[in-house]
């Protein structure tokens, strides 16, 4: 077998070139995949433990369709912001959307701007082997903001009930988002007038 460090989750490509030695490397993962010793997520991706505690999803939607990061609600529940846990993974791509079921959950990538994709943006050490790419809280409420539909928001008033109420989000925590951030995101984003009424809400607060 070649010479590679296989890592949970692996694409395809790399387990035929791990088992390029064994002469018919198609076969051989077709006979893992067969006797389950290794777990298909979607086309082209495979899962070597599918234990959750040996793989992360948020690593996976960085991986499965990209450049992307996790963000929206997805990253506003993961950092303790939002009371519900949410049902998809969501991301961001400055490339078209895109929607994926797969074996392990569903993965939305929705569209931003390309001046504002690293904005905002952070590695996050998951564990000592696993890292991927999340919005900082900051990012993914403002990211929240602009791929939500219909939003008739006027003022503070109105945007904070929307969050309180609508989002469940953790309002106490409005006073830590990032002004700086948020002043730049106004003026690169999209959206700018419901940004500039988040960005007076924080300052208010």
Known sequence: MANINLVNPVPYHVLETYFSEVGHPDRKIKYLRKTGRIHPIMKGWYLL??????????????LLYGPSYVSGLTALSYYGLIEDATVQYQSMVFKRGKFLTTSVGTFSYH?????????????????????????????????????????????????????????????????????????????????KRLTGILLNLVISV
């Open 49 to 62: 433990d599918p234990n959750p505690d040996n793989y992360s999803p948020y690593l996976l939607a960085n």
């Open 111 to 191: 569209h931003i701007p390309a001046a504002i994709f690293n904005l905002g943006v952070s590695q996050i050490q998951y564990t000592q082997e696993i890292r991927f790419l999340m919005a900082e809280p900051t990012k993914a409420l403002y990211d929240h903001l602009l791929i939500t539909q219909d939003l008739k928001i006027t003022g503070k008033k109105e945007l904070l009930t929307y969050l309180e109420y609508d989002l469940r989000f953790d309002v106490e925590n409005l006073s830590a988002l990032n002004t700086k951030l948020l002043t730049l995101l106004s003026k690169y984003g999209r959206k």
